[in-house]
């Protein structure tokens, strides 16, 4: 088993910066592909952001693209997602996830998950 743990959400003013962390535990002898997702009451989980295990790859989200940065350090196993320029609509609970068979793009596809961990924007 792995384990996720997310930290860095808050409240923040649109226009401003987050910067959140995904610290992975237990059995890490692999490293996984991983991703961010969000989510808002009563809506499906999106995919934010998604890393390769070499972090030679990124893929973004349209409405997070040139705002979000998604990076990855194998030596701490961690993943990080910088978020600038954040708006209200990016307001959510932002989960990471590892370990997808099948499509990467939908949060089905993913085994690990962490708890998730709150991002509010005031506007």
């Known amino acids: 088993q792995v384990q996720l743990m997310e930290s860095g959400g808050g409240l923040v003013q649109a226009g401003g910066s987050l910067s959140l962390s995904c610290s992975a535990s237990g059995r890490t002898d692999d490293l996984y592909a991983m991703a961010w997702f969000r989510q808002n009451p009563g809506k499906e989980r999106e995919l934010v952001a998604h890393i390769t295990l070499s972090g030679g790859s990124t893929l973004y989200a349209d409405s997070v693209k040139g705002r979000f940065t998604i990076s990855r350090d194998n030596a701490k196993k961690a993943v990080y997602l910088q978020m600038n320029s954040l708006k209200s609509e990016d307001t959510a609970v932002y989960f990471c996830?590892?370990?997808?068979?099948?499509?990467?793009?939908?949060?089905?596809?993913?085994?690990?998950w962490g708890q998730g961990t709150q991002v509010t924007v005031s506007s």
């Open positions: 996830a590892a370990r997808f068979f099948g499509n990467y793009r939908t949060a089905g596809a993913y085994e690990y």
